[in-house]
């Protein structure tokens, strides 16, 4: 962690906020007044011009406001996707990616520094350095805003990390955002990705959130799934699917499940019928990935074409995802991965 002495002010909550302000005597709207100039990127007190030089010494006396610097910044010369590498206060580095659709502009936002869950095909796997606070996870989506003069209408928990490994902090990020006071982006164009994690799962379905859940499935047998995903070996795919039937019928919303395609390994016509099976089960559906190659994995992307066709054939709801970026690395993990190469 960070070890700065001052609090993280833009972590709390505007009803925090209010209370921290009360307790320095300062009245509710002062504190409204900050969590607008946070939620649209202040990087100092300074910049709070409606506040008193005099209040704006004594905040920056006691809070901090954490503010991520550019390290890289490439942008895609076929569809506009961009891929930013923020440096974080400590040192560390996380990425985050906007690609925008005709709906709105989407960001790709990481959640912990580096990831423990070690899956096969991932350019993150080699184990977790430290989680984002909440203030470092909303920092991704103010400055992809202020860099890039782009408005973010939807969010995807995709990026570095796996968010229910980081819970208290995501479901803050998650009630920032939301904030009509902040961003305002509604928990229906939020999505967040897990590899599996049962226990988090079912803390998230108690949160009754609209968000969209994406699990990670990747194979739908536990031969291969274990291969390809350590966290198959604590919870296996009976286990996740009971709980994803859980989230569904609390919630209410159709869980999507992402597999990536790889050669020879998750895209048989057994497996297509296995996956159809399971998913009558859990009434989800799926998201096939093409697999992003990354440097010096032996696995090769299969043919999502034909196997989405075989899925269509057994009555799976499925949808090929579009690639984006692919001239920049857009596939998470990769731009962080070659930069610490470099600097090694
Ligand atoms: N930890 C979370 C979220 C981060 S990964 C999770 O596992 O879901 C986001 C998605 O990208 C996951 O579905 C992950 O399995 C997938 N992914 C990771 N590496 C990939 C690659 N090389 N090609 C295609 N998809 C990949």
Redesign the pocket.
Known sequence: MPNETKKDIKSLLPAELEEEFAALGLPKFRAKQVFKWLSSGASSFDEMTDLSKDLRAKLGGIYHITVPAVLRRQTSASDGTEKFLWGLSDGNAVESVLMCYDYGNSVCVSSQVG?N?G?A???SRGGKIRDLRPSEILDQVLWTEKETGKKVSNIV???I???LDNFENVERFLRLVNCPEGLNIGMRHISL???GLVPGIDRLAELDLQLTL?V?L?APDDETRTSLMPVDRRWNVAELTDACRRYFEKTGRRISF?Y?LIRGVNDSDAQADELAALMKKVRGHVNL?P??E?DGSPLKPGDAKRFAAALKERGVNVTVRRRLGADIDA??GQLRKRTMKESR
Do not use: R, Y
């Open positions: 990831c869950m899956c095909f991932c350019a928990m995709m990026g990390g796996e968010p990705s897990t590899c994406s990670s990747h992402e990536a990935i697999l992003n990354v596939a998470c």
